[in-house]
């Protein structure tokens, strides 16, 4: 089977460097909070080019701390999209606030800035756009939008180390940006980690004592916080892949340029395009088809891994049922979740192996 995506043969690719690094960190002593999470932090800044990056446990606590950070809480409404991971829109009502989902644009995938003017109520915080499947949605207009109305931009970069809007790398667009380090994103360990950037050293002071118990001094506490750290365990391994993940961005996109060059020509497929000034990860590389069912089985005959992104918009979900949305609300959205599979793309996916997967295309559409 060639998987979507495989984290192993990534971290395999690592092996001699890491278990010299784990011989290290064993006798180290220092396994919380230690100088691995300290050094990974200023890299991250860095690459980003923020001012500060914080660790925590999760891409999912990087959003729910980033909010309370941010004073966003019960009563506060954060405009976002209904297309995407769960995580986004669940962290917004874990603060206690509402998810307000805007239909995304039909080429990008990405929330449409066009159709957000409209959801800004009087209790409108912020906006949360995802940079969906690795690509930068259009933080232009999202930021003047957002200065226009007085509201803060917090971005789900959870998909998207690495890419570029204008030769500006996402995670500096907004107050602050989220990352997830879940072993199968572009940057990944193997377990869970999350960073927050920013380039607001007010926020990312109240970010770090929220992490560690609301306590800016060890047993003095000036708030209610967390426990979400990144372990020492994961920065070591995550210092280790950050050597690597320019390399394995490109080989992405060299990829996504490979399914272009030889699936571009089927007209009944939607696959992936970059607008103007935008370079994209492909954390996923999602194909839009009427004829879905029928290629997800000849391609699962062939012994390829497809998934589907994301089968049920966020504003039909069961759990946001209580937000009184009803289907053909939001039908760009509704549409993508009936079209787009994702096929295999990761760096170390072979030239062979993509081959193989493109031939099932090109044979199933001889076959209609
Ligand atoms: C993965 C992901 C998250 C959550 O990250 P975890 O590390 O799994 O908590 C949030 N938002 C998006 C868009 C994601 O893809």
Same mark, same amino acid.
């Given at each position: 089977?060639?998987?979507?995506s ?6 395999q690719?690592l092996?001699?460097?890491? %278990? ?21 932090e ?7 080019? !923020? ?8 891409? #999912?606590?990087? %959003? ?5 950070a ?10 976002? #999209? ?5 995580? !986004? ?5 874990r ?16 929330i ?8 800004i #109520? ?8 995802v ?20 509201l803060?931009v ?5 998909q ?10 996402v995670?500096?667009?907004?107050h602050a940006?989220?990352?997830?380090f879940?072993? !199968?994103? +572009?940057?990944?360990?193997m ?7 920013t ?16 306590s800016?001094k060890?047993?003095?506490?000036? #708030?209610i916080g967390?426990n ?10 995550? %210092?280790a892949?950050? +050597?690597?993940i320019?390399?394995? +961005? ?7 340029d490979?399914?272009?060059a030889?699936l ?9 395009t ?20 029928s290629? %997800?089985?000849?391609?699962?005959q ?7 992104y994301?089968?049920c918009p ?7 049922r209580?937000?009184?949305?009803r ?17 295999p793309?990761?760096?170390?996916l ?5 081959d ?9 559409r001889?076959?209609?």
């Open positions: 089977m060639i998987g979507l495989d984290p192993s043969r990534q971290f690719s092996q001699d460097e890491l %278990l010299r690094d784990f011989e290290a960190f064993i006798g180290g002593g220092a396994y919380i909070m230690g100088e691995r999470v300290a050094s990974l200023t890299r991250f800044a860095e690459k980003i080019g !923020t001012l500060e990056a914080i660790g925590v446990a999760n891409g #999912t606590d990087a %959003l729910i701390v980033t909010l309370d941010l004073g966003i809480g019960e009563g506060d409404e954060v405009i976002t #999209t209904p297309f995407t991971f769960f995580a !986004t829109a669940e962290a917004i009502s603060r206690g606030a509402t998810p307000v989902f805007v239909d995304v644009d039909p080429v990008t995938y990405n449409d800035p066009a159709r957000i003017e409209d959801a #109520t009087p209790k409108t915080r912020a906006i949360m756009p940079h969906l499947f690795g690509l930068p949605a259009d933080m232009d207009s999202i930021g003047s939008l957002a200065r226009k109305n007085g803060l917090i971005e789900d970069a959870c998207a180390f690495g890419a570029q809007l204008r030769g500006r790398p995670g500096s667009f907004g940006a989220c990352f997830s879940f072993p !199968t994103k +572009n940057l990944g360990t377990g869970d980690g999350g960073m927050i950037s380039s607001d050293p007010e926020l990312a002071a109240t970010i770090r004592r929220l992490r560690h118990h609301g800016p060890k047993y003095y506490h000036d #708030t967390y979400s750290r990144l372990d020492e365990l994961h920065a070591m391994i995550l %210092l892949a950050m +050597n690597h320019d390399e394995w +961005n490109e080989r992405r996109r060299a990829l996504a490979r399914y272009r030889a571009g020509e089927l007209s009944d497929l939607d696959l992936p970059e607008p103007e000034g935008a370079r994209g990860v492909y954390h996923l590389y999602c194909i839009g088809s009427d004829d879905r069912a290629l %997800l089985s000849a391609l699962r062939a012994g390829v891994q497809t998934g589907v994301y089968p966020l504003h039909l979900q069961q759990a946001y209580g937000l009184g949305y289907p053909g609300d939001l039908p760009v959205a509704e549409r993508l979740s009936e079209r787009l599979f994702a096929v793309l990761h760096p170390f072979s030239d062979s192996e993509q193989h997967i493109v031939s099932v295309f090109l044979k199933h001889r076959s209609i």
